[in-house]
């Protein structure tokens, strides 16, 4: 049974940086074939998109963490990153990590989320 694992939330203040990982493991995954993406849902507002990374590494970002953010990945490890530079308050939420198989958007994972806080 495949899990996401996920790591790199805490407390930061305003301007500061935090990195997210997140690792597949318990299971066989054709990681290679799966893209990949870092959501988050702040209190009483629906889970978004923050960032996506496609199988061939074309990334793609959420307006409001546009040059601030860069998700990449680690084929080798199984494993996605989102290194957040500047945060901002708003940036508080937990953040979530998927794997989507990308021929059929089928067989997604998800982790368990990892709380962000940022404090102004």
């Known amino acids: 049974q495949v899990q996401l694992v996920e790591s790199g939330g805490g407390l930061v203040q305003a301007g500061g940086s935090l990195r997210l990982s997140c690792a597949a493991s318990g299971g066989t995954l054709s990681i290679n074939i799966y893209e990949m993406g870092w959501y988050r849902q702040a209190p009483g507002k629906q889970r978004e998109l923050v960032a996506g990374i496609s199988i061939r590494g074309s990334t793609n970002y959420a307006d409001s963490v546009k040059g601030r953010f860069t998700i990449s990945r680690d084929n080798a490890k199984a494993t996605v990153y989102l290194q957040m530079n500047s945060l901002k308050p708003e940036d508080t939420a937990v953040y979530y990590c998927?794997?989507?198989?990308?021929?059929?958007?089928?067989?997604?994972?998800w982790g368990q989320g990892t709380q962000v806080t940022v404090s102004s």
């Open positions: 998927n794997f989507i198989r990308s021929v059929d958007r089928g067989n997604a994972y």
